[in-house]
């Protein structure tokens, strides 16, 4: 197991630092940043004097060097347009969408799940039909499209949730519905397949004939073996719902991560928007390693192999 989580963990430090070096070179793909941040009617001294304060005139590697370094220890810079710390702009808003993303994946869960193992189940039927068309539907579906009908549905006809803001945890349930809904269908196809395949091994048939109960062979043992490709879903759709919450963020009013990430793009606002896509992309390669490890401990055949 040692040997296992050191090799996952050195090629997620890998990653990192690719995605680092990414992340860093998007401000200049635009060209001038410092073109960019003067606007319109600037002069080229107007230009100049930009370039020599922000350390524009340096080498690409001086550069990154001195933002990663600082990036390391907590120091993204100064926002353009916030006029304040990246890291603090960070800290204010990550509790709205760590909400967020939470409450989006539990939901994803309780839906997917169960609907999963009935439609495993319950194969070729009625309801196997009806999951697999709510997972058809949930994944075609516009989340912007959803969220505006929830709330005319629940905020302005019947007046049962707000509509806008993150002031109580009833403000987050219809967009961890919205988020929720469009994450499940991989994880419901996931678990049914997984199911089946499962109902139908060898060890399963041993189980049927030594008399156990059909939930303790659907739920102990069964879903234990199916449960195992759900778990890196659920890790990559986690980091998709952090990093896809723009727009439900926007709608909602929710003053996140998200709706951060949209002000910058808006506002050039070139260091907030490097802080951003770095921390989502450690948030992913953190998930993905935890996935691997989870999934490891759950089944050993994957550390042996």
């Known amino acids: 197991m040692a040997a296992f989580v050191t090799k996952r963990l050195a090629l997620a430090l890998l990653v990192a630092i690719f995605v680092s070096s990414i992340s860093f070179s998007l401000m200049f793909l635009t060209g001038d940043p410092a073109i960019a941040i003067a606007g319109e009617g600037a002069t080229e001294a107007d230009i100049e004097v930009i370039r020599r304060t922000f350390g524009f005139d340096r080498s690409f590697a001086v550069q990154y060097w001195d933002w990663i370094s600082g990036a390391a220890s907590g120091d993204f810079g100064q926002s353009f347009y916030f006029n304040q710390p990246v890291v603090e702009l960070l800290a204010e808003r990550m509790p709205v969408t760590a909400t967020l993303a939470v409450f989006s994946i539990g939901f994803a869960l309780l839906l997917a799940l169960p609907l999963g193992i009935l439609a495993a189940v319950k194969r070729n039927s009625l309801a196997d039909r009806l999951s697999l068309a709510l997972a058809t ?17 629940f905020a302005v006809n019947l007046r049962w949730l707000p509509v806008s803001g993150a ?3 009833a403000h987050f349930i219809l967009p961890s519905i919205v988020l929720g809904y469009y994450a499940s269908p991989s994880m419901m196809r996931l678990t049914r397949g997984g199911m089946i395949e499962a109902l139908r091994s060898d060890y399963i048939r041993t189980a049927r004939a030594k008399g156990m109960l059909p939930r303790t062979i659907i739920l102990k043992h069964a879903l234990r073996n199916a449960v195992l490709p759900v778990v890196s879903v659920a890790a990559v759709e986690f980091g998709f ?6 727009v439900v963020e926007s709608v909602f009013s929710l003053r996140g991560i998200g709706y951060l990430a949209w002000e910058s793009i808006g506002r050039n606002d070139f260091p907030t928007i490097q802080a951003i896509i770095l921390v989502y992309a450690m948030i992913y390669v953190c998930l993905t390693f935890l996935a691997d490890v989870l999934n490891a401990w759950i089944d050993p055949r994957i550390r042996v192999a």
């Open 241 to 246: 719902i952090l990093g896809g919450s723009v």
């Open 137 to 153: 539907v949930g994944q075609a579906t516009p989340s912007f499209w959803l969220a505006l009908m929830l709330i005319v549905l």
């Open 167 to 169: 002031d109580t945890l």
